[in-house]
């Protein structure tokens, strides 16, 4: 399976909520209830550095049986506290059965909050 290319914009200061929905080639729903789900983003492919990590076990990435099936989460305080600006992810599942799939790579970009305290 070859992963989909998405930008990834996160505006510094807001709630964080995008919904997914990864279909199979029929168009059926991905059932993901047992999987966990994983995504860093970094500077560039070959840093050590991870500037964001969502994962299923930090309540950063939800899963489900039914559309949407994998939603990314952040708080409003949480994408307040990001320093960087630009930077390149992966999001990836592992199922039950130990494979694992890249769902989602591409850049993400931090859009900087104007309105602060």
């Known amino acids: ?12 200061g807001a709630t964080l909520s995008l919904p997914l929905t990864w ?10 209830v047992g999987c966990t789900a994983r995504m860093q983003v970094r500077p560039t492919v070959e840093s050590e550095d991870v500037l964001l990590s969502l994962t299923t076990e930090n309540g950063g990435i939800l899963l489900a049986a039914t559309a949407p099936n994998l939603v990314l ?11 960087w600006r630009t930077g390149v992810y992966d999001l990836e599942v ?6 694992v799939r890249r769902l ?12 602060r305290d």
């Open 1 to 12: 399976m070859k992963p989909g290319k998405y930008k990834l914009t996160v505006y510094q």
């Open 104 to 115: 989602l790579e591409g850049g993400a970009v931090v859009s900087p909050e104007v309105t």
């Open 23 to 32: 279909r199979l080639s029929g168009g059926a729903v991905t059932d993901l």
């Open 73 to 83: 989460q952040m708080s409003a305080a949480q994408t307040a506290a990001l320093t």
């Open 94 to 99: 592992a199922f039950p059965s130990g494979v």
